[in-house]
């Protein structure tokens, strides 16, 4: 590995995840990189259908194949290349090293079994542990999260919880074995501001707690900005821009992250003028044969001839800062 990617956790290169469909390819992540260091919190940010979570999903292959298949790249993972694992390899990474915790809780746990069965089973595949030691240390991991009452709670249902303690259970289930890098998918989607901020923060206890590094998925851009030490701007299966997040808050270089940050509701602002947020736009184009130039092209108002003739390259234009833009 380069000396840069020496204290890299996990260095993706030039990942490419496409799905093979009736109508073609569908180019759903093409050519992504991103490191993410030791206890370090990398957000990765774009509107829905940019490639976040099939880019999370890729790494820990939770890709259901075919219709998906890796085109190309690496994913080193403490420097070896995860893909050519085969799926015995892969259980022993998962959850031990790489937790994840999924964008819908309800959807993610078993409705028919105890949330205290669903984190031990987890326990026991990994640690080799009795059903009375699996199901202790659940309710160790319930009372790590802030969960009232874990002796009675392991024995209930995800029915019987709450959004916010649903969620609760998945970062418990997700950090039992303690992995070095947790990726969180959306953690906070569909849970309102109090209990998101309560996510946030709980995540943030754990990360300090355990040492570990978190890749947080998200389209909102607040909570990159309090919670990440850098950020990696998708679009349309692209890295578009990466940056610090003081960098990326302060000077962003790049249209579509301009246009991201813009949209952020300013309550220092409202109190003393009327601001209409602003929209960008159109939508994320189609990622079936797309066209060769710059896939924001159709959106950005500075288009030029340059953007449409071909993919532009990612650039360094300050420390860290990179962005794929001819301007």
Known sequence: MADQNLGALLDIRDLKTWFKTDDGMVQAVDGVSLRIDRG????????????????ARSVLKLIDMPPGRFEGGQILWQGRDLIPLG???MDKIRATEIGIIFQEPMTSLNPVYTVGDQIAEVLRQHENLSYKQAIDRATEMLQLVNIPNPAKRVHDYPHQFSGGMRQRVMIAMALACKPKLLIADEPTTALDVTIQAQILELMQEMKDRLGMSIMLITHAMGVVAETCQRVVVMYAGKVVEEAPVEALFGDPRHPYTKGLIRSIPRVDRAATSKERLEAIPGSVPSLLNPAPGCRFAGRCKFVMDVCLASMPPLKEVGPGHHVRCVL
């Open 87 to 89: 799926p015995a390899e």
């Open 40 to 55: 370090e919190t990398v957000g990765i940010v774009g509107e829905s259908g940019c490639g976040k979570t099939v880019t």
